[in-house]
């Protein structure tokens, strides 16, 4: 099992910046790749971006490729998103998920989910 906790969610302006971190606790968290997801309101939770194992690679979505970094420290069990230049269209509730293979970009391939940090922008 793994418990995974998002944070650093909150309100922002177009063209700003946050962010987000996922603390894990339970089983090894370097057993897993992780990876962002985030959910509109009236909309399926769609992909964001993982990264691997060690860290050394990642995967994003053409929508906030370029905009968004996600890096890990697998001393503090911690995965972040730092978010960039936001649209309105980035907000939505985002999550982060702990599963086995990388890159998955479907929800399905996670096993464990965080309870989801809301991310406002507006224009």
């Known amino acids: 099992q793994v418990q995974l906790v998002e944070s650093g969610g909150g309100l922002v302006q177009a063209g700003g910046s946050l962010r987000l971190s996922c603390a894990a606790s339970g089983r090894t968290f370097t057993f897993y790749a992780m990876g962002w997801f985030r959910q509109a309101p009236g909309k399926e939770r769609e992909f964001v971006g993982t990264?691997?194992?060690?860290?050394?690679?990642?995967y994003y979505s053409d929508s906030v490729k370029g905009r968004f970094t996600i890096s890990r420290d697998n001393a503090k069990n911690t995965v972040y998103l730092q978010m960039n230049s936001l649209k309105p269209e980035d907000t939505a509730v985002y999550y982060c998920?702990?599963?086995?293979?990388?890159?998955?970009?479907?929800?399905?391939?996670?096993?464990?989910w965080g309870q989801g940090t809301q991310v406002t922008v507006s224009s």
């Open positions: 990264i691997n194992r060690n860290g050394d690679n990642t």
């Open positions: 998920g702990a599963g086995d293979k990388f890159p998955a970009t479907s929800r399905l391939l996670y096993n464990y």
